[in-house]
Nanobody, 114 residues
Framework: VQLQASGGGLVQAGGSLRLSCAAS????????MSWFRQAPGKEREFVAA????????FYADSVKGRFTISRDNAKNTVYLQMNSLKPDDTGVYFC????????WGRGTKVTVSS
């Protein structure tokens, strides 16, 4: 399984970004997908997760009400819509898949300026 995240960038506080993660594999619809992030000098932390059929989603308390995770199984892609961004949301965002084993993608950098 290969994961390619994109969509990061520089945005002002209060702005929005949408991250995408394209996955390889013909059984993407079976994967549980998540987003994690790592701020400078901090450990990687969970942000959001979505189960295989998008029937369940989970969020870290710090992003509830601002971020939305979704997926398009026809496009083998998972998204993270990030609204009302704060400087504390700055970090490298990583896509994660569990498909019988854990897989990590290369991150995409998000910088939120105050």
């Amino acid at each position: 399984v290969q994961l390619q995240a994109s969509g990061g960038g520089l945005v002002q506080a209060g702005g929005s970004l949408r991250l995408s993660c394209a996955a390889s594999g013909r059984t993407f619809s079976n994967y549980h997908m998540s987003w994690f992030r790592q701020a400078p000098g901090k450990e990687r932390e969970f942000v959001a997760a979505i189960n295989w059929n998008a029937g369940s989603t989970f969020y870290a308390d710090s992003v509830k009400g601002r971020f939305t995770i979704s997926r398009d199984n026809a496009k083998n892609t998972v998204y993270l819509q990030m609204n009302s961004l704060k400087p504390d949301d700055t970090g490298v965002y990583f896509c994660y898949a569990f498909a019988g084993a854990p897989y990590w993608g290369r991150g995409t950098k998000v910088t939120v300026s105050s």
